[in-house]
């Protein structure tokens, strides 16, 4: 298959529609001056084959993007342990709600809305004591095969202005869900949000998911197992795209995870891992071009799991 052709063609389409539909997050005052009109494509496929088109290379906020390597890291120290305090079952609720912790005393649905994001920052914050943030950067360095770092501005703006955050943090310190302290949990769970990385670096760096938890450089050992990554696989298909994640399989067929920076990061089982970026999304929190793009990616290449 001809991957750079088809990224170029998908990238010809949906340029004229940039700007026109969906608006960037504006919640969190450093993404609102991030300009709309982009719209980068990148893959890399399991042999490393890389085509690129568009704003591939620009460097943006994967904000929620980022729960899927926290979740990889904690699977990876922490096994089966982690799912004592985080379940599995899609929300259906917004990625911020505080609706459903009341009545599920304080466990998190899936770790991919922000309650479960931020009880696995927790329990990494266990895990890895004051060391937890550089232990981020460094797998995510060593993932992208480039040093990758926090984008301080970002990082900043959302501790000013995260009440919903603080909120659900503080919701499940009530339950005795979070074991450390709260602000030092958030300042964690804000800095993973504010990583700083372009299509072509998410693309390779979650290779790992479409190689059966194999390490995308080739020679260091395992990310995660082959039952690891196909579990991440089904929470990504089901959780990934918060309460439009049935929507998503049904147009897409695709595991993918979000973010409100406007990236979406997505795996074709051992073929290719993909990220899309354009950075107006739509009320679910997802970029409307990426998932048009995703949409016309699965239709012309044939590649779905269904
Ligand atoms: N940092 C954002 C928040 O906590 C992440 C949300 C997202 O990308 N959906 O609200």
Redesign the pocket.
Known sequence: MDFQALLDGIDAELRPQLGREGRV?T??PALARVPTAQFGIALRTCAGEEAAAGDSAVPFSI???SKLFTLTLAMRLLGDALWERINREPSGNP??SLLQLESEQGVARNPFI?AG?IAVGDRLLTALGADAKAGLLRMMSGLAGEAIDFDAEVAAS?AAT?Y??VALGNFMKSFGKIDNDVAAVLDF??HQ??LRMSCRQLAKAAGYLCRDGAHPSGGAGPVVSESQARRLNALMLTCGT?DAAGEFAYRIGLPCK????GGIVAVVPDRLTLCVWSPAVDDS?NSVLGTRALELFASRSGLSIF
């Open positions: 997050a919640y969190i904000q929620s993007v990625f911020n922000n994001a959302e995260g919903r955050n769970y804000f949000c504010a918060y979000s973010g409100v920076g929190g």
